[in-house]
């Protein structure tokens, strides 16, 4: 079974093009949406692996209550399942010191300027995050088992 990326963009046309990148490349599974409520239903119900996180939702809401990427990353760091789940953000917001701002504000793991032109690179990206949180869940179980 593929593992299941998360892609939260409320522009159709960039969800398409994220999805197709990450099924035809990266060979994953993927759920897309804007729904904030649904986003962490999935989080919460099934085994995601990452999140790729659009800054500027124009129209998510999260229990009735309108949010973009960065508060719906801090949102998701609040559950359980979200604490170590790595969260890219996806952004037009390329201009000095966005990234750090962004990943400051957020606690997402990392930063990807759109338009996305490197399509592997994209991949590749996900593929590093998602194994380090494995490393780190195998550590905080190990220790959990001393």
């Known amino acids: 079974m593929a593992e299941l990326v998360l892609v939260v ?3 159709p046309a960039n969800a398409v093009l994220v ?3 990450l099924t035809a490349v990266g060979d ?6 804007d729904d904030g409520d649904e986003i962490v239903r999935v989080v919460q119900e099934r085994p995601v692996k990452a999140v790729l996180m659009d800054v500027s939702l124009g129209n998510t809401r999260f229990a009735g209550e309108k949010v973009d990427g960065v508060e ?3 949102r998701l760091r609040d559950l359980p399942e979200g604490i170590n789940l790595p969260v890219i953000l996806l952004t037009a917001h390329a201009m000095k010191g966005d990234r750090e701002r962004l990943l400051f504000e957020s606690s997402a793991n990392d930063y990807v300027a759109k338009p996305i032109i490197d399509q592997q690179g994209l991949v590749t990206l996900v593929q590093r995050h998602i194994r380090a949180a494995e490393v780190v869940k195998a550590e905080l179980e190990a220790q959990n088992n001393e």
């Open 9 to 11: 963009e409320d522009d």
């Open 19 to 21: 999805e197709a990148i």
């Open 28 to 33: 994953y599974d993927v759920v897309c949406s």
């Open 72 to 74: 719906l990353t801090r």
